[in-house]
T-cell receptor
Framework: NAGVTQTPKFQVLKTGQSMTLQCAQD?????MYWYRQDPGMGLRLIYY???????DKGEVPNGYNVSRLNKREFSLRLESAAPSQTSVYFC?????????????FGSGTQLSVL | DAKTTQPNSMESNEEEPVHLPCNHS???????IHWYRQLPSQGPEYVIH???SNVNNRMASLAIAEDRKSSTLILHRATLRDAAVYYC???????????FGQGTRLTINP
């Protein structure tokens, strides 16, 4: 029962370094999402992909890029990490991009930027 | 997007029912009401959703007011595993962009 798998689970970066967070789902879902959660806060949407081949900005896209590599995989790239990007990152997927579909979340990547 | 108001925290005892309220007075007629919860150090987990009538599943019940300006998530017999932050999220028809507020932190006493 893998569901949504995120790698890595933990990462420490120095300011200015780049890295890619990986996300894969094995439920044959069409839609995938990246969220971030700052301490004591709710989740905020960074980018989403309603279907393979499409990506769109969410609430807080600045400083990030995404790639929908195929139907299973949706990666999030930080080109030049900043301390303000210290957060827990969650990937999610849903069968389709409709309001009555539930989202399935991964267990998160804890990122610290020094 | 419709705004929601939830209590910051609630406390209950194990094996008792819990009623978690949510005010969403600006909701439109076609917005679904979704509930998610987040256990400590985990990603959010879907709980239940509804549009107009009350809904039940194995995890919880959702009671939606007749005017749809508020809803209540009901956990019938709370267990220690139900301790989590619960988020009430109105979803605009046709859009799957969950907007998480602060939620309600539920503590369950043994």
């Amino acid at each position: 029962n893998a569901g949504v798998t995120q790698t890595p689970k933990f990462q420490v970066l120095k300011t200015g370094q780049s890295m890619t967070l990986q996300c894969a789902q094995d439920m044959n879902h069409n839609s995938m999402y990246w969220y971030r959660q700052d301490p004591g806060m709710g989740l905020r949407l960074i980018y989403y992909s309603a279907s393979e081949g499409t990506t769109d900005k969410g609430e807080v896209p600045n400083g990030y890029n995404v790639s929908r590599l195929n139907k299973r995989e949706f990666s999030l790239r930080l080109e030049s990490a900043a301390p303000s990007q210290t957060s827990v990152y969650f990937c999610a997927s849903s069968a389709t991009y409709r309001t009555n579909e539930k989202l399935f979340f991964g267990s998160g990547t804890q990122l610290s930027v020094l | 997007d419709a705004k929601t108001t939830q209590p910051n925290s609630m406390e209950s005892n194990e094996e008792e029912p819990v009623h978690l309220p949510c005010n969403h007075s600006t909701i439109s007629g076609t917005d679904y009401i979704h509930w998610y919860r987040q256990l400590p150090s985990q990603g959010p987990e879907y709980v239940i959703h509804g549009l107009t009538s009350n809904v039940n599943n194995r995890m919880a019940s959702l009671a939606i007011a007749e005017d749809r300006k508020s809803s209540t998530l009901i956990l019938h017999r709370a267990t220690l595993r139900d301790a989590a932050v619960y988020y009430c999220i109105p979803l605009v028809q046709g859009a799957q962009k969950l907007v998480f507020g602060q939620g309600t932190r539920l503590t369950i006493n043994p």
